[in-house]
């Protein structure tokens, strides 16, 4: 889950899709998970998180789902709309504090 | 109910100067986290505190950069001899109890060092 100084994956969909934004990581005694959205020139914001004796949770238009065999984590947004269009982020728990991935760029073009 | 409060939003500093950036946790929260953003990058961990104690700093560059939250006041997270690749976003995130539970973010500081 360490971001590794790459550019960011980009994802591109068009308006009123579905949208999915995955996440590996690394630490299999993570047992708390969140996705984060970055706009531009902004501070993350929360939008759903996940403890691991769960493999779905569901909020309003977003799912998060998580497979702890092959430590990987998925986002769901549906009916995608111009104002997802962000930067993505998933973090998992490690030790005491959350560890970021590199994130993913989300374009929804209208 | 104010959220994390991050000053100044920007900052501009010159090489070899200090930049001190503040991070007021929410109200209620005793957990301080300080992450570092580079352009088109993810958030890299620098260090996480309690009130008066540094309980890692594993993130944090050994010179010239510090931290502190005091039992008053505000986290500082301290910059010392300022260099251009310190240019960067700083964000705060703090949290009711360890392990991440109930994180929250400021909207950052945007230190560039000219």
């Known amino acids: 889950g360490e971001s590794v100084g790459l550019h960011l994956p980009t994802l591109s969909v068009q308006e009123g899709d579905n949208s999915i934004i995955n996440c590996a990581y690394s630490?299999?005694?993570?047992?708390?998970f969140i996705w984060y959205k970055q706009e531009s020139g902004k501070g993350p914001q929360f939008i759903i998180d996940?403890?691991?004796?769960?493999d779905k949770r569901q909020g309003q238009r977003v799912t998060v789902l998580l497979n702890k065999t092959v430590k990987h984590l998925s986002l769901q947004i549906a009916a995608t709309q111009p104002g997802d269009s962000a930067v993505y982020f998933c973090?998992?728990?490690?030790?005491?504090?959350?560890?970021f991935g590199a994130g993913t760029r989300l374009t929804v073009k209208p | 109910n104010a959220g994390v409060m991050q000053n100044p939003r920007h900052l501009v500093r010159r090489r070899g100067q200090e930049a001190r950036l503040r991070c007021s946790p929410m109200?209620?929260?005793?957990?301080v986290y300080w992450y570092r953003q580079l352009p088109e990058e993810g958030l890299k961990f620098m260090v996480y505190?309690?009130?008066?104690?540094?309980?890692?700093e594993s993130g944090m560059p050994k010179e010239r950069f510090s931290a502190e939250f005091p039992k008053e006041g505000p986290s500082i997270l301290r910059i010392q001899q300022v260099v251009r690749g310190d240019s960067a976003a700083y964000f705060c995130?703090?949290?009711?109890?360890?392990?991440?539970?109930?994180?929250?973010f400021g909207s950052g500081t945007r230190l560039t060092v000219v």
């Open positions: 995130a703090s949290s009711l109890g360890a392990s991440g539970y109930g994180y929250t």
């Open positions: 630490n299999s005694a993570s047992d708390y």
């Open positions: 996940i403890r691991s004796n769960m």
């Open positions: 973090a998992e728990n490690s030790g005491n504090d959350m560890r």
């Open positions: 109200k209620g929260h005793s957990h």
């Open positions: 505190l309690q009130k008066e104690n540094i309980i890692d």
